[in-house]
């Protein structure tokens, strides 16, 4: 049971760290845990990169390191997905509300 919670959020970081290491290194501010207020606020391009990064790390840690991973058609890449998805749709929705 564990595993699969290790491999959800998995997703969770793998996901959350796409917005922030695309919109970094693409020279643009974004919103991130560190600016004022938290999650509305905007942070630097290169802190949004190490922040970025850092989830991809945890999320790789996650995914590989608790426990074995089996890509295909199984369990651990329905939970995995599952939290990606999850976590895809809230961070839309935080998103679209603060940057619009």
Do not use: C, K
Not at 11 to 23: A, C, D, M, T
Not at 47 to 70: K, M, T
Request: avoid cysteine; charge should be neutral; charged fraction near 5%.
């Amino acid at each position: 049971m564990a595993i699969y919670i290790a491999h959800f959020f998995a997703g969770f970081f793998l996901v959350n760290g796409v917005p922030h290491f695309v919109q970094g290194v693409s020279g643009n501010s974004f919103q991130s845990p560190f600016a004022r207020p938290p999650g509305v606020g905007e942070s630097s391009a290169v802190v949004n990169v190490l922040w970025g990064f850092i989830n991809f790390v945890v999320g790789y840690v996650l995914l590989f390191e608790v426990g074995a991973f089996s890509v295909g058609l199984n369990t651990d890449t329905l939970i995995t997905g599952s939290g990606a998805l999850l976590t895809s749709i809230v961070l839309a929705w935080h998103f679209a509300r603060v940057r619009h």
